[in-house]
C-alpha cells in the first residue's frame, strides 16, 4: 500500500542487473543501487546468516479449548532438538535466540496467520497475551479484528537461531584491459524506449573506483553479471563500489 516511488530498486543476483533499469522505468523508480559482486550475493547471504533452525509441529485446537501440558511439551521438545541441531555447528546454548509462533485463524475460516507466542511456561494466564497479539498480527494484515470470535491454532512453530557475525568485507576485483575511465569499447545496444539501436560505451567494473560517474546509456561488464543503464540517468561509484543510477 506504499508508493514505489519514494523508494530505491536495489539489484542483486545474476540477472537483477540486467533488468534493474527497465524495471524501474515501469514503476517510476528515480534510483537503483547495484552492489558489487550482486551475482554472488546468494551465496554471500549463505555463508554469512546467523545459523538457524525451524521446527513445526499441528495441533489443530480452539484455544479456549486449549491443553496447555501439550502445548508446553510441545514446545520444551522442540528447544531441547533445536539446541542439540545447534550444538553440533559449535553454538553454546546460552547463545540461542527462540522464537515461538503459531498458524492461526478465527474458527471457520481457511487461511492462517503467523501470530506470536510468548516465550516461558504457558499456561490460562497466557491466554489474553495470545490473544491480543494475534489481533494485533490481523491488525497488520487487514487493517481490522474481531472479538468475541473463537481462536484455532494449528500450526506450533519454533525457530532458534544465534546473533548474526559481526562482519567486515572488503571487495576486490582484477582489471582487465580498458582505459583509465574504465571504458572497454563501444558496441551497438538495442533500447526499446528509443525502438532502435544506440552507441552504448561498454564499461569495465573492477576499472571503476569510488567517484567515478557518466552518463548512460551504459553496460557495464563484471564476472557475474551485467548491468545495463537506460538513457536519460546518471551513473556514479560509491564508496563501496555499489552503482548509484539515478534516472531524470
Same mark, same amino acid.
Given at each position: 500500500?506504499?508508493?514505489?516511488?519514494?523508494?530505491?530498486?536495489?539489484?542483486?543476483?545474476?540477472?537483477?542487473?540486467?533488468?534493474?533499469?527497465?524495471?524501474?522505468?515501469?514503476?517510476?523508480?528515480?534510483?537503483?543501487?547495484?552492489?558489487?559482486?550482486?551475482?554472488?550475493?546468494?551465496?554471500?547471504?549463505?555463508?554469512?546468516?546467523?545459523?538457524?533452525?525451524?521446527?513445526?509441529?499441528?495441533?489443530?485446537?480452539?484455544?479456549?479449548?486449549?491443553?496447555?501440558?501439550?502445548?508446553?511439551?510441545?514446545?520444551?521438545?522442540?528447544?531441547?532438538?533445536?539446541?542439540?541441531?545447534?550444538?553440533?555447528?559449535?553454538?553454546?546454548?546460552?547463545? #540461542?535466540?527462540?522464537?515461538?509462533?503459531? $498458524?492461526?485463524?478465527?474458527?471457520?475460516?481457511?487461511?492462517?496467520?503467523?501470530?506470536?507466542?510468548?516465550?516461558?511456561?504457558?499456561?490460562?494466564?497466557?491466554?489474553?497475551?495470545?490473544?491480543?497479539?494475534?489481533?494485533?498480527?490481523? $491488525?497488520?494484515?487487514?487493517?481490522?479484528?474481531?472479538?468475541?470470535?473463537?481462536?484455532?491454532?494449528?500450526?506450533?512453530?519454533?525457530?532458534?537461531?544465534?546473533?548474526?557475525?559481526?562482519?567486515?568485507?572488503?571487495?576486490?576485483?582484477?582489471?582487465?584491459?580498458?582505459?583509465?575511465?574504465?571504458?572497454?569499447?563501444?558496441?551497438?545496444?538495442?533500447?526499446?524506449?528509443?525502438?532502435?539501436?544506440?552507441?552504448?560505451?561498454?564499461?569495465?567494473?573492477?576499472?571503476?573506483?569510488?567517484?567515478?560517474?557518466? $552518463?548512460?546509456?551504459? #553496460?557495464?561488464?563484471?564476472?557475474?553479471?551485467?548491468?545495463?543503464?537506460?538513457?536519460?540517468?546518471?551513473?556514479?561509484?560509491?564508496?563501496?563500489?555499489?552503482?548509484?543510477?539515478?534516472?531524470?
Amino acid at each position: 500500500g506504499k508508493d514505489p516511488r519514494n523508494y530505491a530498486l536495489i539489484a542483486f543476483g545474476g540477472a537483477g542487473p540486467i533488468h534493474a533499469f527497465r524495471i524501474a522505468e515501469i514503476m517510476k523508480l528515480k534510483k537503483i543501487i547495484c552492489p558489487a559482486a550482486a551475482g554472488t550475493a546468494s551465496a554471500l547471504g549463505l555463508l554469512v546468516a546467523p545459523m538457524a533452525v525451524d521446527y513445526v509441529r499441528s495441533y489443530m485446537v480452539r484455544l479456549d479449548r486449549l491443553d496447555w501440558a501439550h502445548v508446553n511439551r510441545i514446545f520444551e521438545e522442540m528447544e531441547s532438538d533445536a539446541a542439540k541441531a545447534l550444538a553440533a555447528t559449535g553454538v553454546g546454548r546460552k547463545e #540461542i535466540i527462540f522464537e515461538r509462533t503459531a $498458524d492461526m485463524r478465527y474458527y471457520g475460516q481457511f487461511y492462517e496467520i503467523p501470530s506470536v507466542i510468548p516465550a516461558g511456561k504457558l499456561g490460562p494466564e497466557s491466554l489474553p497475551r495470545i490473544v491480543e497479539d494475534f489481533y494485533q498480527a490481523y $491488525d497488520r494484515s487487514f487493517g481490522r479484528h474481531l472479538t468475541g470470535t473463537p481462536i484455532q491454532g494449528l500450526t506450533w512453530r519454533l525457530r532458534a537461531s544465534c546473533a548474526a557475525p559481526q562482519l567486515s568485507i572488503h571487495y576486490s576485483g582484477k582489471k582487465v584491459a580498458a582505459e583509465r575511465s574504465g571504458i572497454k569499447g563501444k558496441r551497438s545496444a538495442y533500447f526499446p524506449e528509443q525502438g532502435k539501436f544506440v552507441e552504448t560505451t561498454v564499461y569495465d567494473r573492477y576499472s571503476l573506483a569510488p567517484g567515478a560517474a557518466f $552518463d548512460g546509456p551504459a #553496460i557495464i561488464e563484471e564476472r557475474e553479471s551485467t548491468t545495463i543503464v537506460g538513457l536519460h540517468s546518471r551513473v556514479t561509484v560509491d564508496d563501496h563500489l555499489n552503482f548509484i543510477i539515478e534516472r531524470e
